[in-house]
């Protein structure tokens, strides 16, 4: 069952992706300052988008393990879709403008074929170092997770060598006061 927490996160990461859709689709017609500052504020909601999805998984990890799959698919789910809207982002960010082309068709510049060749290779580069850059991150949260198992075999390692040596000093007390008894046995029959 979702929290309240986890619900209130989940109604922002909505209301923000809205917002992102929208005004990502507004960038490709912007042109100037205009443009820059809409694509700044999209940036700017796509990094309270991340640190919701950082928040939705500090919750997820303080729910109750029945509840954690559910929630976890949820999130990733978030995720990929928080990645497509970079990748619109990026999409929209170097789709030219009106004004370009005018300019082009001006000066009798016919390199239309060469830039989009060139800005279909940028975002194919782009994506392959995102991809990269994705997988340099699950390595990494990968070997956090393994390190925290690591630390916490470790924890009970100790804890059950404690449990040992403790058993151990009660059995060898047990085996001296036996032996005590026997011998003070066998001298009152002796």
Known sequence: MATPLMQSF??????????????TGKISSLTGN??????????????????LLEQMDIEIHEMP???????VTRVKSYRAELSKLEKDLRR?????????????????????????DQ???????????????????????????TEQMGAQMLEDLHSQRATLQHARDRVSNCVDNICSAYIQHINMYV
Do not use: P, W
Request: proline residues 0%; hydrophobic residues 30%; glycine residues 4%.
């Open 65 to 71: 393990v029945k509840d954690r799959d559910r929630f």
């Open 92 to 116: 929209a960010r170097v789709v030219f403008s009106d004004d370009v082309h005018l300019r082009e068709e001006l000066m009798g510049v016919d390199n239309s074929h060469q830039t989009e």
């Open 10 to 23: 989940e109604q922002q990461y909505s209301q923000i992706t809205s917002e992102i859709v929208s005004s």
């Open 34 to 51: 205009e443009k820059q500052a809409a694509i700044k504020h999209v940036e700017k909601l796509m990094e309270e988008a991340m640190e």
């Open 119 to 145: 800005r279909a290779r940028l975002l194919d580069s782009t994506e392959r170092l995102e991809r990269g850059s994705h997988r340099l991150d699950v390595g990494y949260k990968t070997c956090l997770e």
